[in-house]
C-alpha cells in the first residue's frame, strides 16, 4: 500500500516548522517527506488548505473498561477517539476491579488489539485498588505495557506512600500522573468555592484544595528525581508553582483540558451537570493563567479527561451528579476555537502539546513525521465548522457543555499505521457498511 499526502502544511513539531509539502506512506510507515513526492501506483490525498500533523495523543482518557461498560468501553471509546482525531489514548485505571497488575494492563492491550481502533496505552494505578493504603505491584505492570502510573480520580494522601512510589517509578523510568486534590479541603463541594457558589448555593471546592497537593508532588519530583505529570491543571496558582518548580529544574509536567481553557465557574449557573467536572471550572483569572501556561510552555499538554456518563446518572441534582464531561470528539475543534483562531498558541503549539510532548512524557514513540515512523497522521481543516451534536458521537457518553456550540477548526482525517479510519467526521468502518 502506497499513500501520497499531497499540498497540506505539514506541522512537524519535531523539526519545530510548519511547511507544505508531500509525505509518502508505504506499507503502513512514512518513507519520505519533502517537495513533488511521487510513487508509482500509489493512491493520492489532496490535502491543499489543510495541516497535516503526527497522530494526536490523548494522555488523560476513561474508557471505563473494565466494570463500567454501561459507559464506554474500549470499542466505543477507539472509535470516540478515531473520530476526535485522536490516534493514541492513555486510558487510567479508576475501573471496577481497578487495573492495578499486570493481567489487567495485559487484558486492556489485548482488548485494545481485537476490538479497539486507535492504539490504547493503559495507565496502572499506583496503590493497590487506588485505596491509597499500599502500592501496587508497579514493576509487573511496566513489564506488562503500562506506559504509566496514576490513582486519578483518587488522589494518594499519604505523603510517604507517594514518596515511595515516585523512588519506584524513577527506578522503571516511569511517570506519575498526579490527581492533585487535598480531600479534606475538597469534600463535599460539587464547583468552585467562590462568588458563584455562594450564590447558587452550593458547597465550593477551594483553589487549595489542588495548589496543596501540586506543591507537595513538586517537592518530592525535586526530592526524588521522579518525572511527575500535574493532571488537568485549573487554577492560576497551580501555573505558578508549575513554572517556579520548571524554573529550579524539577521534572515536572502538567496538562490541561479544553473545558478548563473555556469555560469558567458561571457556566455553572443554569445547573446543567455537564459543567460538573472534577478539578471544577474556575475563574476568569484562573482560565487566563491556564491559556498563559500552555502559551508559555508551563504546561506541556492539552489532554481530555475524557469520563463518560450515562445520561441516568447527570439526570439529577447537581450535587448528586458524578463529575466528568466527554471531551474526545470536541477538543481539536476547541483547541482551534478557542485557542489557535484566537492567537493564543500557534499551530505548531498546538500541535506540540497534543502529540511530541504527551508521547515523551508516555515515553512512546509518537508524535513525530520522521521517515521510517508509523504513518500515525491526523489532518486538521482549519475551515471545517459545525455545530456540536452529541447525537453524532461514537462515545456512548453524551454529557457534554458544549452542545450547540459552533466550533471552527476540526479533525477531517484520522489515519493509523498507513490505513485511514475517519474522513470527513465519519469513521470509515461506518461508509463501509452503508
Known sequence: MKLIIKGGLVVDPVAGSATIKDILVVEG?????????????AVVLDAAGRLVAPGLIDMHV????????????????????????????????NTNPVIDNAA????????????????????????????GEELAEMGDMAEAGAAAFSDDGMPVSNAGLMRRAMQYAKML????????????????????????STI???????????????????????????????????????????QEAKARGVRVSAEATPHHFTLTDEAV????????????????????????????????????????????????????????????????????????????????QAITCMTLNPARILGIPKGTLEPGADADITI??????????????????????????????LPWLTMISGRIVMRGGVLEEENQQQ
Open 380 to 409: 486538521i481543516d482549519p475551515a471545517l465548522a459545525e455545530v456540536v451534536d452529541p447525537a453524532k458521537f461514537a462515545s456512548k457518553g453524551r454529557n457534554t457543555p458544549f452542545a450547540g456550540r459552533m466550533l471552527k477548526g
Open 62 to 93: 476513561h474508557l471505563r473498561e473494565p466494570g463500567f461498560e454501561a459507559k464506554e468501553t474500549v470499542y466505543t471509546g477507539t472509535r470516540a477517539a478515531a473520530r476526535g482525531g485522536f490516534t493514541t489514548v492513555a486510558c487510567m485505571p
Open 104 to 131: 489487567l494492563i495485559r487484558s486492556i492491550i489485548n482488548s485494545a488489539r481485537t476490538g479497539g481502533l486507535v492504539q490504547v496505552c493503559p495507565v496502572g494505578a499506583i496503590t493497590r485498588g487506588s485505596r
Open 173 to 196: 523510568d516511569k511517570a506519575l500522573i498526579s490527581h492533585s486534590e487535598e480531600k479534606s479541603l475538597s469534600a463535599g463541594g460539587s464547583m468552585h468555592e467562590g462568588y458563584i
Open 29 to 41: 510507515k512514512i518513507a519520505e517527506t519533502g517537495a513533488n513526492l511521487s510513487a508509482g501506483g
Open 269 to 348: 449557573m443554569g445547573f446543567d451537570t455537564n459543567t460538573k467536572v472534577n478539578p471544577p471550572l474556575r475563574t476568569g483569572a484562573d482560565l487566563a493563567a491556564v491559556r498563559q501556561g500552555l502559551a508559555d510552555g508551563t504546561i506541556d499538554v492539552i489532554a481530555t479527561d475524557h469520563a463518560p456518563h450515562t445520561a441516568e446518572e447527570k439526570d439529577v441534582e447537581y450535587e448528586r451528579a458524578p463529575f466528568g464531561l466527554v471531551g474526545l470528539e470536541t477538543a481539536v475543534g476547541l483547541v482551534w476555537t478557542e485557542l489557535v483562531n484566537t492567537g493564543v498558541l500557534t499551530p505548531l
Open 200 to 242: 447558587l448555593g452550593l458547597k465550593g471546592i477551594s483553589a487549595c484544595a489542588e495548589e496543596v497537593m501540586v506543591a507537595r508532588d513538586i517537592l518530592l519530583a525535586e526530592e526524588t528525581g521522579c518525572r511527575v505529570h500535574i493532571a488537568h491543571v485549573s487554577t492560576a496558582g497551580s501555573v505558578r508553582l508549575l
